[in-house]
């Protein structure tokens, strides 16, 4: 939610209908198509400089070392990753 909006939406709302408008429903929350492109954008490279840090250090990455290292990426304070 820190790089583009989401949407508080309704759980009865039709998927299809949506979805022919560029918008996804995860429950009840509606998350344009865009916005998923802007996350892939923002984490792919930071999965590459993750990889290569592991492969020339050896170093294995747990889930929370990686949310803090997401979090310092993000350096958004309404970012929950941030907190880690």
Known sequence: KCLAPHYVG????KGTEL??????R???LLVPN???CLFEDWLTPLLDEMLDEQLSTQRVW???SMIAKMGAAIND???ICYWA
């Open 77 to 79: 304070e309404d970012s």
């Open 62 to 64: 747990s889930p929370s």
């Open 19 to 24: 979805r022919k408008k560029g918008i996804n």
């Open 34 to 36: 865009r916005n998923y």
């Open 26 to 28: 995860i429950g009840n």
């Open 10 to 13: 309704d759980f009865a709302l």
